[in-house]
T-cell receptor
């Protein structure tokens, strides 16, 4: 069990550029979640997948954001035309079966200049 | 909707002092309750969990009891160490109609422990 991994750990980009983050969940975990954490706040839910199906998206997820989990294993989160307000830590979590306990990765810190 | 409120930080204690971080919640159902810890530069780690009223979660000397009557889940430790310095998040699970769970977090409480 290698835990949830995320890549990259840090990303600095200029406003208007597109960025993509990757999350590898714990092996065999069927559910995968994305959260966003801004400075001084707790994480906020963005979206989640059960296997390859994206089952829910938060209102926080504007149409510039898209997430995929094409084979039910790793997931990607893409932000198009980044804005300074997108600067945050993006966290991925996974869970197994029907449990409510989620295991978090180290996060990707995005800075938009 | 469901929500979590926890005491504001920072909390500064001397080593071996007693720790309490207050957490209250609002929920329509019967969620599981969690404490997560975030060390500097790292992701969230699950510290402890309780799934129903009067359950006590415990780990690494930390404990918290699920109190339905007061809708609280306060975190306690009898003797803190410098290595406990971190941000602590209280959270609850919100079961979704689609079958998964959304974890709802409090704003976090930063703890500093001085030697």
């Amino acid at each position: 069990d290698t835990g949830v991994s995320q890549d990259p750990r840090h990303k600095i980009t200029k406003r208007g550029q597109n960025v993509t983050f990757r999350c590898d969940p714990i092996s065999e975990h069927n559910r995968l979640y994305w959260y966003r954490q801004t400075l001084g706040q707790g994480p906020e839910f963005l979206t989640y997948f059960q296997n390859e199906a994206q089952l829910e998206k938060s209102r926080l997820l504007s149409d510039r954001f898209s997430a995929e989990r094409p084979k039910g294993s790793f997931s990607t989160l893409e932000i198009q035309r980044t804005e300074q307000g997108d600067s945050a830590m993006y966290l991925c979590a996974s869970s197994l079966g029907n449990t409510d306990t989620q295991y978090f990765g180290p996060g990707t810190r995005l800075t938009v200049l | 909707g469901d929500s979590v409120t926890q005491m504001e930080g920072p909390v500064t204690l001397s080593e071996e002092a007693f720790l309490t971080i207050n957490c209250t919640y609002t929920a329509t159902g019967y969620p599981s309750l969690f404490w997560y810890v975030q060390y500097p530069g790292e992701g969230l780690q699950l510290l402890l969990k309780a799934t129903k009223a009067d359950d006590k979660g415990s780990n690494k000397g930390f404990e918290a009891t699920y109190r339905k009557e007061t809708t609280s889940f306060h975190l306690e430790k009898g003797s803190v160490q410098v290595s406990d310095s971190a941000v602590y998040f209280c959270a609850l699970s919100d079961r979704r109609n689609t079958g998964g769970f959304k974890t709802i977090f409090g704003a976090g409480t930063r703890l500093f422990v001085k030697a």
